[in-house]
């Protein structure tokens, strides 16, 4: 067998040399993205190699043109060619003849057959991959895949961390107990949203925004922090409510503002916001309520965002209660994630005790968490975000 190896930029490229130089029985062994040339380890370019193959005693054809004996195919092969070994980032210029055309069709073609067996060895491997490991799953392990099903933390997820357990039991070849690969599944986890956690709430920002679906808890939390800020810092706070549309959302924060001797401003539409501003210019730290809508509706995440302007240095909280299902929680953060806000906050973690939606949305949607709410009381029931507690919460307890 004679085997020859190929770096390109694509993958058509490669066939056209296979083709013109092993000939047209050539098979492509394996194909996989490499990265070449640089300097010490930076500026390295994606390449793609190629293995072909051909059985020995099958003589390789000299090159050939792809059609005989037409001076006008000859010339359009040539084309296809030369605009096949060009570089990937090469602009292709213009079929120059129909035939040149149905060339490249053939090779997208090819193309698309080479995708279609690479993705279908890719999951062949796969499926091979998880039989063996499903297999090779201890007690221990299985009893952490069905807590977290139960967690309803996503199965990519859940499939990760069992592999990475496993492989860490392979490599020090030894059956982890219940114990270690609870631990372990706490490092991983932690390792995986450590990047995401710690920066809470801003607080270079002056204005800080809370939106939400109906009834998650803001204007509460609002209540919650602002006590923190007024009664433990000292600092001087100051509410803007949008909240209109319901009747007493106003008189229900102007109760916390009474209480707390925090002045309030109601604004209507963006235009009231400069006044309602101009208000508060004295307060160093504004939190703005905002009404709750069904935000799985975009209308209303804009909606929303267009009360959202300050020239001031400003933040935006999503806040999102453990009470809401984990698909429409999904749908509220991709929209709002939209409208660049990185920022949640998670309430009524005392109603639930499944706790998998907040890894899935910090980690599907990059979302920062900040706080975690877990009860009515203002302004006690609120704590800053700590990946070793949530983690906690999530495992559960390491004896059965
Ligand atoms: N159990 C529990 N209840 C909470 C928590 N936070 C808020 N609540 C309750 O949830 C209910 C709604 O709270 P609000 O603060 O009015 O919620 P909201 O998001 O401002 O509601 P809208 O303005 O109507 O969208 C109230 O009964 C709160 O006491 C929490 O962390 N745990
Ligand atoms: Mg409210």
Redesign the pocket.
């Known amino acids: 067998m004679r085997v020859k190896r190929y770096v390109v930029n694509a993958l058509p490229e490669a066939v056209s040399m296979i083709r013109s130089e092993l000939g047209k029985d050539a098979v492509i062994l394996n194909t996989k993205e490499i990265k070449v040339g640089g300097f010490m380890g930076m500026f390295r370019k994606k390449k793609m190699e190629v293995i072909a193959a051909i059985e020995s005693n099958q003589t390789p054809p000299p090159p050939q043109p792809l059609r005989k004996a037409d001076p006008q195919v000859d010339a359009a092969v040539e084309q296809i060619l030369l605009t096949a070994q060009r570089t990937a980032t090469a602009v292709m210029e213009p079929p120059a003849a129909p035939i040149v055309a149905e060339q490249n069709a053939r090779i997208e073609r090819e193309q698309f057959i080479m995708d279609e067996i690479r993705d279908l060895r890719e999951y062949i491997v796969k499926l091979s991959k998880q039989s063996s490991n499903q297999m090779a799953m201890s007690e221990q392990l299985i009893q952490l895949k069905e807590h977290l099903i139960e967690q309803e933390l996503d199965a990519p997820w859940i499939e990760r961390l069992l592999e990475t357990i496993m492989d860490k039991q392979n490599e020090e070849r030894i059956e982890f107990n219940r114990e270690q690969v609870w631990d372990h599944a706490a490092s991983r986890l932690e390792e995986w949203l450590r990047p995401y956690v710690g920066s809470g709430i801003s607080s270079q920002a002056r204005v800080v925004h809370?939106v939400?679906?109906?009834?998650?808890?803001?204007?509460?939390?609002?209540?919650?922090l602002a006590a923190e800020h007024t009664i433990k810092n000292g600092r001087k706070v100051g509410f803007i409510t949008s909240?209109t549309y319901?009747i007493a959302?106003v008189d229900?924060l102007r109760t916390y503002a009474n209480i707390l001797n925090v002045p309030l401003e109601v604004v209507f539409s963006p235009m009231d916001l400069p006044r309602a501003f101009m208000q508060l210019a004295e307060r160093d730290l504004i939190y703005m309520?905002?009404?709750?809508?069904n935000f799985r509706s975009e209308l209303h995440v804009s909606e929303v965002n267009s009360l959202l302007q300050t020239t001031e240095p400003s933040e935006t909280v999503l806040?999102l209660?453990m009470?809401g299902k984990t698909r429409d929680m999904a749908a509220v953060a991709e929209h709002f994630s939209k409208y660049g806000v990185r920022k949640v906050l998670f309430?009524?973690?005392?109603?639930t005790a499944v706790f998998g939606a907040i890894f899935n949305l910090i980690m599907n949607f990059e979302l920062l968490p900040t706080y975690?709410?877990?009860?009515?009381t203002v302004p006690d029931?609120?704590a800053k975000f700590q990946v070793e507690t949530y983690i906690q919460q999530l495992l559960g307890s390491k004896s059965p």
Not at 289 to 293: P, V
Not at 347 to 351: H, I
């Open positions: 809370f939400g679906p109906t009834g998650v808890g803001k204007t509460t939390t609002i209540a919650k909240d319901r959302a229900q309520d905002t009404a709750g809508r806040v209660s009470t309430t009524k973690l005392d109603e975690m709410a877990s009860g009515q029931d609120i």
